[in-house]
């Protein structure tokens, strides 16, 4: 079967919030652009958030550029955001194709070429925004290899009824934890296993404040000035009203990490084996980067020298939205803007006008 073949100014991989951001900027330039995601529809990482998921903001502040989110009660629900993320894809007209899943990045004359499963694509530049949640995080623990029980990260975690009466260990002090946490233990045993003791946020705490907080603690960086005095962080924990629930009903407290596996369960330093049928990851991602392999840029902690969002060692190579190396809060709603908001202008001004029409 002959492969089809595209020509674009630019491909953006990833059509989640940092994609979606960019290519809302990428709009006011005169360059042709695609973006390529793997989802089978709009939502990005969402799509794959347990069911009672929910943001730790108000709408109003988890917007992307443009276009607020619309309101609702409490804080949004996953579902809440999916749908959001769908009608901003269609609001703006943005050029997202789904589903193509991009199997590799390699160089090509003056750009790059984008294998995918739906035919490659040609390009003068990558703005790659795929994120992290394709690739969760679970630390290598002693013993691991034999534990007959169930082993899953929060990123698969679905719902807590097929835990009804499990021995559970939820493993992890972020909020993710925190809230898996408080559904589980209504329906299993549950024990909460964290490096050290969660920071709960006061209750009339939310994750506009943890912006803020962050942001004076960025700031402070950036001057030279210290930061450890300075309160807040974005693994804090917020008090969203399963976790208030949960602090009512006393389950709301951590122990330290145990010491090792064995075959039926976990061994804890006093050396008591206690039996588990599951243990579920709340340790966090590292980014989804395998398809830029080829182009010798990923180090070995999995990430890739830039300046601002721009590859340092590879001209053209941008990257979008995986924490604070590619820009302060960028893994965020409403941090990605600015750094998204510059990337595209970067993009602009390294390529000058259009080669390719869009496709």
């Given at each position: ?11 953006v ?21 695609v ?26 502040w ?9 309101a ?17 894809e ?8 789904h ?71 939820v ?22 296993v964290t ?40 693994g804090?924990?917020v ?29 804890w ?18 980014p ?15 990430k ?9 060692d590879?001209p ?34 390294t390529?000058g ?7």
């Amino acid at each position: 079967m002959e492969v089809q073949e595209h020509h674009v100014d630019t491909v953006v991989i990833g059509g989640g919030q940092a994609g979606l951001a960019t290519a809302y900027f990428l709009r006011r330039h005169d360059l042709s652009a695609v973006v390529l995601d793997a989802e089978p529809a709009a939502g990005g990482a969402w799509r794959h958030g347990w069911n009672s998921l929910r943001l730790f903001s108000p709408a109003q502040w988890s917007s992307l550029p443009g276009w607020p989110m619309p309101a609702t009660e409490g804080y949004p629900t996953r579902d809440h955001v999916i749908a959001y993320l769908n009608d901003y894809e269609q609001r703006y007209g943005i050029p997202v194709r789904h589903p193509v899943r991009v199997a590799a990045v390699y160089p090509s004359g003056s750009g790059f070429m984008v294998k995918t499963n739906r035919g490659d694509w040609h390009t003068r530049s990558v703005i790659s925004a795929t994120g992290t949640w394709s690739n969760p995080f679970i630390p290598s623990y002693p013993g691991d290899y034999q534990f007959c029980g169930e082993q899953l990260h929060s990123a698969h975690y679905e719902y807590p009824e097929r835990f009804t009466g499990k021995r559970v260990l939820v493993v992890g002090g972020g909020n993710s934890g925190a809230q898996i946490l408080a559904e589980l233990s209504l329906l299993a045993r549950t024990t909460w296993v964290t490096p050290s003791a969660p920071i709960f946020l006061p209750d009339d705490v939310d994750g506009r404040v943890l912006f803020e907080r962050a942001t004076s603690k960025w700031q402070a960086a950036k001057q030279g000035k210290p930061t450890k005095d300075l309160p807040g962080g974005f693994g804090d924990v917020v008090m969203v009203p399963p976790v208030k629930e949960a602090r009512q009903r006393g389950v709301l407290h951590s122990v330290r990490p145990f010491d090792r596996f064995s075959a039926s369960g976990v061994v804890w330093d006093d050396g008591t084996d206690e039996p588990i049928d599951a243990v579920i990851w709340c340790t966090g991602f590292r980014p989804a980067l395998e398809h830029l392999r080829p182009l010798g840029v990923v180090l070995g902690d999995g990430k890739i020298n830039v300046q601002g969002t721009q590859s340092v060692d590879v001209p053209g190579l941008w990257l979008v939205g995986y924490g604070d190396w590619t820009g302060f809060a960028s893994a965020t709603i409403i941090g990605v803007m600015r750094s998204a908001k510059a990337t595209a202008l970067e993009v602009s001004s390294t390529l000058g006008k259009s080669v390719f029409a869009n496709q």
